[in-house]
């Protein structure tokens, strides 16, 4: 990325999100100390870009705005601001993993579903009612 900034649609292009997410990450308090030019827009640097990223994939992977909220509120450079991020990555790390071990034994439900209907497909339909 150069280092010139970009508008608010480059910003959330470069980012894998939406101008409206982006619009509305500023409305919530998430973006602090945005540029913005002589007409008010917002310009985004290499950092801010950055920032939108992390945001991106801590909501895609299910933390909440609140919890973002309060994320954001913590000076990381401040009096134990690090280990409290910390503290909240390694909670939400926790969460996603559980949210992963959830899916994976879904999915194995899934899976066994498909084989018995393709079995239920190759014997053209005579399978036992308790298939279904």
């Known amino acids: 990325m150069s280092t010139e900034p970009l508008s608010i649609g480059r910003a959330a292009e470069a980012a894998g999100t939406t101008v409206d997410t982006v619009r509305y990450y500023d409305r919530c308090g998430l973006l602090e100390d945005l540029g913005r030019d002589a007409a008010g ?3 985004f640097t290499a950092d801010d870009v ?6 991106r994939c801590l ?3 299910g933390m909440s705005i609140d919890d973002l909220r309060r994320f954001v509120a913590v000076d990381p450079h401040g009096p134990g601001g690090a280990a409290a991020r910390l503290a909240r990555l390694e909670a939400h790390r926790e969460a996603v993993r559980e949210r992963i071990r959830r899916t994976e034994a879904e ?6 579903k ?3 209907y393709r079995a ?3 014997t053209g339909g005579r399978v036992p009612a308790v298939q279904r």
Not at 50 to 55: A, H, I, P, T
């Open 107 to 112: 999915l194995a439900v899934v899976e066994t």
């Open 120 to 122: 239920l497909a190759a």
């Open 50 to 55: 950055g920032w939108l990223r992390v945001l």
């Open 59 to 61: 909501r895609e992977t």
């Open 41 to 43: 827009n917002r310009r």
């Open 114 to 116: 498909i084989e018995a």
